[in-house]
């Protein structure tokens, strides 16, 4: 990656900013090259520590902006205080996200059903919505005026379907399926969508705990091709790249990052 900082007096929102995982490595990632921040998440005491973080080497403003992002009107409210604060909007990263437990999808009780979709497909689409008009307005960025990243997952990839995490993983497969609408339907604005699918993370998900996901793995018989557990910097790279200009012509795409996880499931 450049030297140069291609974010410098552009604005960054990412959801599930709070947790010490995907979220504040990106935060990092993205003010490292100069990006002002906007953090979400319902974790307050989490927000404050991600900004102390990046205050901490970082020459940049950050917003906290704590909002359930499953509920429209509290979503509502953060867009019309981030638009107050800042006058742009030019990375979204849809990256807040639950996994609600492990079932079978046949076993899960409608209430975590509910709140697994309200979370990471509705919210999603809540953050969208309440953003995307202003990222349609940038035509002083140009060649893109706006970028979206959904975090995704291996789970919600044909290969990676998890049965022990299913309710998650249909609801990360709608948000894939979102990813390639809103490249169609926001592309004529110069505004691009793409997906990263993490396979297996240390992160507060996974409760920074590889011993959990060695047995998690081991349950389902999976074996990682690159037999390592991943790292959050390299999904905040990969989200580096994507918001950079060399990825200015990439849309509607997911990168899958998981050691070939995926492609080997049930192959072993
Ligand atoms: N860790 C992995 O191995 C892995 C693999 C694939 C995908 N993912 C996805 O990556 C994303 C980030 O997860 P992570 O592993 O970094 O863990 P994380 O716990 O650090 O991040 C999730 C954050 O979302 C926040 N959140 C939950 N509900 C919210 C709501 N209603 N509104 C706003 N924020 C809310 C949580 O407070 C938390 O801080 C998630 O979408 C997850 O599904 C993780």
């Known amino acids: 990656m450049s030297e140069e900082k291609f974010l410098e007096g552009k604005v960054a929102l990412i959801t599930g900013a709070g947790g010490g995982g995907f979220g504040r490595e990106m935060a990092k990632a993205f003010a490292s090259k100069g990006a002002n921040l906007v953090i ?41 205080n ?77 290969n990676g379907a998890n049965p022990m995490v299913g309710i998650y993983s249909v609801s990360k497969a709608g948000l894939l399926a979102f990813t390639r609408l809103w490249a169609l339907e926001l592309g004529k604005n110069n505004i691009t969508v793409n997906a990263i699918s993490p396979g297996v993370f240390l992160t507060p998900i996974y409760n920074n705990d590889p011993n959990l996901i060695k047995d998690f793995l081991k349950t389902r018989g999976v074996k990682i091709p690159i037999d390592k557990i991943g790292e959050s910097k390299m999904v905040a790279d990969a989200a580096l790249f994507l918001a950079s200009p060399g990825a200015d012509y990439i849309t509607g795409q997911n990168i899958i990052i998981d050691g070939g996880m995926c492609i080997s499931v049930n192959k072993f």
């Open 82 to 158: 981030v638009l107050e604060k800042f006058d742009n909007l030019f990375l979204l990263v849809n990256n807040a996200g639950i996994d609600g437990g492990l079932y079978p999808t046949l076993k899960q009780k409608e209430a975590m059903y509910d709140k697994i979709m309200a979370i990471n497909l509705k919210g999603a689409w809540n953050v969208t919505k309440s953003l995307f008009k202003q990222m349609r307005r940038q035509k002083h960025f140009t060649p893109v005026a706006g970028k979206i990243i959904n975090i995704v997952s291996c789970a919600g990839t044909a």
């Open 40 to 80: 979400n998440d319902i974790n307050e005491e989490g927000l404050e520590k991600t900004r102390e973080i990046i205050l901490k080497d970082f020459n940049v403003e950050v917003l906290i902006a704590k909002a359930d992002i499953s509920d429209s009107g509290q979503v509502k409210e953060m867009a019309e």
